[in-house]
């Protein structure tokens, strides 16, 4: 009889929906093995996606069943908060909305599936600080795991994996079928204390990880693959975020690894909302047609305090790019990245200031970028086809560029061209082979330098300590 009693009391609360918090008691035991992990909160309930009907056969389509398990576990968010345990198996399932204090756990060998049923993706409203998609004009279909006006969001694993199906998606994009921009695997808006970690993304439609007007972030131990040629299929995008901290990474991507965004043209700066205090280390980096860190091209928000350091790149188009044009206002400054080992680049640096794409055409032709105090260091790179190629607006020139301690090899491919060209830019350099153009070969305006500046304060963010977690499933 009392289990009957608890079966209906479930059923109930499942009824009810909704991303609200309740506090009640819980009305279930789950089964299952011990579970420990690290994260930045622990959770004082647990439950399994199974307990909600899914089914992990690859084919039965679980949607209900994520967003059953985690409504009900929403009202537990203010009484410790709540697990939902993604057990071995391929679920496959459309999109769906986590809630506050809350961690989605994938076992080892669990596989999310994203569904290729296009018809049955929710669209929702194109970013404000965008005012339209970026493959199309108007809305863009929801992400497969997305969240907004959050606090404090875990989703992590076993080094399990989310798998975006994307070949579909990059067909309709090249045929020009698609009525809205591609869904992203990962979006979380407007919230804050956001982990990911420890997780495999493969085949996003297009961006993989796009945190958007958030902050407090720690993005660690992703393994991201997709195609080389695969549609802007970007690692990890942080927009309009503050406070991110990104590290221990592993991406092969058909676009930019780390793209650093803040809005498009007029709507980014109506926006105002920075990209700022980000920190990227210990990334490694394929992408043979992109960069491996990238700084726009809409940055319309700005971009600042930006802190690189032991980066690898292989087989990779650029290390650092820094994209913008006019119309796109805005900036990109303090820009501090040391410790870099690349082989096989088309270009180390790249600065471009003509790119030219625009949400329509009421962007503001005055509206020029500010690109200053941009700093590399300790850089090696072997078998290059040229060191930089650097170019600024006429009018508005990048500069503030500070080139220290760098050893750059030219390869067979790049041996006849000349190793920097530089137009519109100003800045200085020391001990760089080969020898920068002469814009980019002052002394400190005057002062010697003996390497370019990286900070060495902490950033909040680099404050958080992750906490030791384990639950016991009875």
């Known amino acids: 009889m009392m289990g009957m009693f608890k079966f209906i009391l479930i059923s109930i609360l499942v009824s009810i929906g909704g991303g609200e918090c309740r506090k009640e008691k819980e ?11 690290n994260a930045i909160s622990c959770r004082a309930h647990s439950a399994f996606l199974t307990d909600f009907g899914a089914v992990g056969d690859g084919k039965t389509l679980n949607t209900k069943a994520f967003q059953d398990a985690i409504n009900h576990l929403s009202q537990f968010c203010e009484d410790g908060g709540a ?5 071995p ?3 496959l399932t459309g999109s769906f909305n986590l809630t506050s204090h809350f961690t989605l756990f994938l076992q080892k060998d669990a596989v999310i599936l994203a569904s290729q049923d296009i ?12 005012g339209r998609g970026r493959d199309t004009k108007g809305g863009r279909y929801i992400s497969l795991i997305f969240g907004t006006n959050l606090t404090d969001i875990v989703i992590t694993g076993e080094n399990a994996t989310i798998d975006g199906q994307g070949e579909l998606w990059w067909q309709q994009f090249h045929k020009g079928k698609l009525k809205y921009t591609r869904p992203y ?5 407007y919230s804050n204390s956001i982990q990911i970690s420890n997780l495999t993304l493969v085949n996003s439609p297009t961006w993989n990880v796009h945190p958007v007007y958030s902050s407090d972030i720690i993005i660690q131990g992703l ?15 942080p927009d309009s975020c503050s406070n991110t901290r990104i590290e221990d990474c592993y991406i092969i991507s058909g676009d930019d690894c780390i793209a ?12 105002g909302m920075p990209t700022e205090h980000l920190i990227i280390r210990r990334l490694t980096c394929i992408s043979p047609f992109s960069a491996t860190i990238a700084l726009g091209s809409e940055m319309s928000g700005g971009i600042r305090d930006v802190r690189a350091e032991d980066i690898t790149a292989i087989n990779t188009e650029s290390g650092v790019r820094i994209k913008t044009g006019v119309g796109r206002g805005g900036y990109v400054k303090d820009i501090y990245v040391r410790r870099m080992n690349l082989q096989t680049m088309k270009w180390v640096f790249w600065m471009t200031g003509n790119y030219g794409s625009h949400p329509d055409d009421k962007y503001d032709p005055n509206a020029l970028p ?44 790049g041996r006849k061209k000349m190793p920097w060209t530089c137009t519109d830019v100003k800045g200085i350099s020391t001990g760089v082979t080969p020898t920068p153009c002469d814009a980019l070969n002052g002394q400190a305006y005057g002062k010697d330098v003996s390497g370019c500046y990286f900070p060495e304060d902490k950033l909040p963010i680099d404050d958080v300590e992750l906490k030791q977690c384990s639950c016991r499933m009875n």
């Open 185 to 189: 695997l990962i979006e979380l808006m």
């Open 27 to 37: 009305v279930q035991e789950y089964s299952s093995t011990d579970i420990a992990y």
């Open 260 to 271: 650093v965004k803040s809005g498009w043209d007029e709507y980014g700066i109506a926006f």
């Open 223 to 237: 393994t991201i693959i997709a195609p080389i040629t695969s549609p802007n299929t970007d690692g990890i995008n």
């Open 83 to 87: 697990q939902l345990i993604v057990p």
């Open 370 to 413: 500010e690109i200053r105090w941009i700093n590399y260091r300790d850089v090696v790179a072997d078998n290059v086809r040229m060191a930089g190629r650097m170019e600024g607006i006429q009018g508005d020139p990048f500069t503030g560029i500070c080139l220290s301690n760098m050893t750059i090899t030219v390869g067979i491919k």
């Open 89 to 91: 198996g391929k679920w």
């Open 119 to 130: 018809s049955s993706w929710p669209v929702i409203d194109p970013l404000p600080s965008y």
